[in-house]
């Protein structure tokens, strides 16, 4: 039988075979309805006819109601007596056995179904066996009639189809060796149900190999055909009730549905008491389409210009009813209405929502279709444009600098609309955009006058634009009387200090911590001050976000970290920025990023900070030149140190137009220089160094812990043999960092005079480099003055000492080095990963590291930041976990490369 039927009974033998065993022995005078189940699709009418063909072979006689009505509602009298008439005479002729067979059990109307009931029931001695089908969950299925007429019967239900008989399907269909990936594709596409398989195979194009792509395709486009074709015989009230209700989502409530389709409530009662009797919608009382994919489909089956309709009714009455904003957006985004007005305001008001939450890039998507629908130049243009550089700031760079270039305000206008323009964007984007903008900016602060002549809310937009420009540029500007002195009176207090005042003190810290215009000690002390007078968190488009490569380069990196820490962004890991998973605003998280290496790599840990450095760049991605000068210092600095080849990359693949920035310059000509350094070209090395240093000299930066061109210059010098010129620029060198005061610097500097040394001076002056990083935060700098001194001692026991001391400070800073240096103290550094003992938590590891430093209790506790009891529990568990007693007992363990503490 399965023959006669060709490829639609594949895969149905054991259903057959059940069917024909039901067929030749029916038991008993009332035999149990064969009920035959299934979703829609799974062949049941195919099985039905097949049925059918087995009676008539068998000669049993037979009634096939297979053609009853379909989707029609309660039939009209005459056709009800036309259908009973044949049911009557199914009696008559010999034989005992009598087949009624029924598709869709569950769309027959009541006196049809009240006849097949008695017919059943009769007592002639005549046997009715009754073979139906129905759908699985249909709704018709749970009428009285139909429960009564089903009562205790045997239920044969259709399975899917084997991934084996798609398999066989797909290669007689295709004549060829097709994989059983695409079987597989295709079963998961369909279910295995039976009719969408064939549908599917159908669909695809002829004479080419089906893909899976294909197989998906297929599905898709045989669904809204067929649900086309469904609505297309419905009235104009079911179909657009389901048009409606597919626009908001596949589910909503019926008022809602009825005024979107424009329709009474009556009519949109009765539609969906239709399409639940369709199976459209599920049997409950919430309006919800069977399955929810359905509204997808339904969409892609309505009219375009029906659509447009729809969805600008959904926003209207979704803002009418105050449905959340975004879904009001979501539908204006799928409307070309011209009713510019209404949709711009509603998307800038969804823009503003989900930039509150963070979501920077959902906010420019929504900023940009209003875009689209303004006329440009006009007033709503402007504004969503504004708007839009705003949103930018915090993923694309590049466009809010374009963007802020074509909107700036000119000079002509009102100056309380500039100051509003430019405390929108942040010091760091103003920094990088072009002249016109700066210009306007320095314009903007001329016409506000000066702030010690101004009260109240004047003042502090004055102020505000003021720090703006101070940043901006390294020329001298005009400041408030006694401004140069806030900071010396922060130093006791920042709370009297207005937010204003406060973001200007910012930025005069900032440019005196590049100029070395304040020692180290009172930039740490004021900076502190002022962000613990900053009581929300602080963010990289504030101008107290400054102060963090201050506290970092003067000594407190701690305190950068753990305010980093309080500003609760998550940021990608590294692996997420490489793959591009950069979230909403990455390159908020780009700076947030740099900040914390500069820090890390203040403390020594070196490898940290190319970690953190990489991840930076990664999400910075293409914009990170355009980040302003700190950044591009930061990263210059740690591709120098960490000799990290990847980095150095960044910086020698810089675009023309890159470098015509003044710090983007210098810190290609510091990087070229290394890189010449290394494959032994003195000479042009040298040249790029002193064209590193003339650029920061016009910047004005001339603080030696932003990038060390003098240290590079002086090495590359004594190699050269002009160890009398190297003396001169260590001095220099020695004598700005004396200025700054920083410990670190200071070490740096003394390191640099030795080399430029000999005999008892040199050493003199090593042994200065490593009493001044004795109190440095910087642990890797102490390991290479140790290192150093280790060369230039005479004493084989007491160069071993410090070789020794050298390692292990290197190693609890997580990094290793080949133990070779040249004659310019530069080492090769290799960012080898140090093993961490199972069971140690990371705050045990910092306690560890420390104490196999050479720091005591109160100096760890100071410097982690709890107490001193705490670092003793710690050191104590450290001490149980791996089974030593001493500091003596942890320093071996850490020169013990079968158990060094990892990074």
């Known amino acids: 039988m399965s023959k006669a039927f060709g490829s639609e009974l594949r895969g149905r033998d054991h259903e057959l075979a059940v069917l024909t065993s039901t067929l030749r022995r029916p038991t008993a005078h009332l035999p149990k309805p064969l009920l035959i ?116 019967a045997r ?12 398999h066989a399907m797909l290669q007689e269909r295709y004549e060829s060796g097709i994989d059983r990936t695409l079987a597989v594709t295709c079963a998961e596409a369909t279910d295995g149900n039976p009719l969408l398989v064939s549908q599917v195979i159908n669909h695809l194009a002829e004479g080419i190999s089906p893909t899976c792509d294909a197989i998906d395709g297929g599905r898709r486009a045989m ?43 009556d009519d949109a009662t009765h539609a969906a008491q239709r399409l639940r009797r369709m199976g459209v919608l599920r049997p409950c009382t919430q309006l919800e389409l069977s399955p929810l994919a359905l509204a997808g489909l339904i969409r892609d089956a309505t009219a375009v210009e029906r659509l447009d309709l729809l969805h600008h009714r959904a926003a209207r009455r979704l803002s009418l009813i105050g449905a959340p904003i975004e879904e009001v957006a979501a539908h204006i985004t ?120 101004l009260t109240g809310r004047q003042r502090e937009e004055a102020l505000r634009i003021q720090a703006r420009w101070c940043f901006t540029t390294n020329g001298a500007t005009s400041t408030p009387v006694g401004a140069e002195s806030w900071p010396t009176d922060a130093c006791r207090s920042s709370e009297g200090r207005t937010p204003a005042e406060r973001a200007l003190m910012s930025v005069l810290l900032h440019r005196a911590t590049l100029t070395v215009g ?32 201050a506290l970092a380069l003067a000594g407190a990196p701690q305190q950068v970290l753990n305010r980093l820490a309080a500003v609760g ?94 710090w983007a310059a210098a810190a290609h000509h510091l990087v070229r220089g290394y890189k010449e350094f290394g494959r032994g070209n003195d000479v042009t090395a040298l040249h790029h160094f002193q064209n590193c240093g003339y650029k920061l000299e016009g910047l004005g930066v001339s603080n030696p812990e932003y990038l060390s061109w003098r240290s590079m210059s002086t090495a590359c010098l004594i190699r050269m043999g002009r160890k009398f010129e190297a003396r001169a620029i260590a001095e220099e060198l020695y004598d700005i960092s004396a200025s700054w005061g920083s410990p670190t610097s200071v070490g740096v500097a003394l390191r640099e005079l030795a080399w430029t040394s000999e005999g008892k001076q040199a050493i003199d002056l090593m042994n200065q480099s490593v009493e001044a ?5 910087n642990r890797l700098e102490l390991a290479k003055s140790h290192y150093s001194l280790a060369r230039h001692l005479e004493s084989p026991a007491a160069a071993k000492a410090h070789m020794r001391r050298a390692r292990s400070i290197a190693r609890s800073c997580g990094v290793e080095w080949d133990g070779e240096c040249d004659d310019t103290g530069s080492f090769h550094v290799q960012l080898a990963p140090v093993a961490v003992p199972l069971g140690l938590t990371t705050a045990e590891i910092e306690v560890a590291r420390l104490a196999a430093s050479g720091k005591s209790n109160l100096e760890i506790s100071e410097r982690v930041g709890v107490t001193v009891r705490s670092v003793e529990r710690r050191l104590s568990k450290v001490y149980a976990k791996l089974r030593i007693q001493s500091r003596s007992q942890l320093l071996d363990l850490l020169d013990d490369p079968a158990a060094r503490l990892r990074v």
């Open 37 to 152: 189940t299934g979703p829609w699709g799974s062949g049941k009418s195919t099985l039905l006819r097949a049925a059918e063909a087995q009676a008539a072979t068998m000669g049993i006689p037979l009634m096939s109601l297979a053609d009853g009505p379909g989707d029609a509602g309660e039939p009209g009298q005459a056709e009800a007596d036309a259908r009973t008439r044949p049911v009557e005479n199914l009696l008559d002729g010999p034989g005992e056995l009598r087949i009624v067979l029924v598709d869709d059990l569950h769309r027959l109307d009541d006196a049809t179904l009240k006849s097949l009931d008695a017919l059943r029931s009769r007592s002639d001695r005549k046997r009715v066996l009754l073979v139906a089908t129905m759908t699985d969950g249909s709704h018709g299925a749970y009428r009285p009639r139909v429960r009564s007429l089903t009562a205790g």
């Open 155 to 166: 239920r044969l239900w259709l399975r899917n189809l084997p991934i084996d008989v798609i």
């Open 223 to 265: 669904l809204v055909h067929r649900i086309r074709l469904l609505l297309a015989v419905e009235p104009d009230h079911v179909s657009g009730f389901a048009e409606a209700l597919s626009v908001l989502g596949g589910r909503g409530r019926l008022t809602d549905v009825a005024a979107l389709a424009g329709m009474a409530p």
């Open 334 to 453: 799928e409307t070309t209405s011209p009713d510019v007005s209404w949709l711009t305001e509603r998307l800038r008001e969804a823009a503003r929502a989900v930039t509150a939450r963070g979501a920077s890039r959902t906010a420019a998507r929504h900023l940009r279709n209003g875009l689209m629908r303004c006329e440009p130049g006009s007033e709503p243009h402007t504004t969503l444009l504004t708007e839009l550089a705003v949103a930018e700031q915090d993923f694309d760079l590049r466009s809010a600098l374009r963007h802020l270039s074509q909107i700036v305000p000119p000079p002509t206008e009102a100056v309380d609309l500039r100051v509003r323009f430019f405390r929108r964007f942040s010091p760091l984007l103003l920094s990088s955009a072009t002249s016109t903008v700066q210009d306007s900016l320095h314009a903007t602060m001329l016409d506000l006058g000066d702030p010690a002549l």
């Open 518 to 549: 304040r020692p180290a000690h009172e930039v740490m002390s004021l900076a502190g001050n002022l962000l613990q007078a900053e009581r929300d968190s602080v963010s990289p488009h504030d101008e107290a976000f400054l102060l963090m490569p």
């Open 569 to 662: 962004d998550r940021l990608p890991t590294q692996e997420e920025a490489s793959v591009g998973t950069t979230g909403e605003r990455p390159a908020r998280h780009a700076w947030l990023s740099a900040a914390e290496a500069l820090a890390t790599l203040c403390q020594g840990l070196l490898p940290e900070a190319v970690a953190l450095a990489s991840r930076s760049l990664a999400l910075g991605g293409e914009d990170w030149r355009h980040h302003g000068r700190d950044l591009v210092f930061i990263m210059a600095r740690i591709a120098v140190e960490s000799r990290n080849a990847e980095l150095c990359d960044q910086f020698l693949d810089l675009p023309e137009y890159a470098r015509d920035r003044a």
């Open 773 to 777: 990083l004795s109190g440095s935060v």
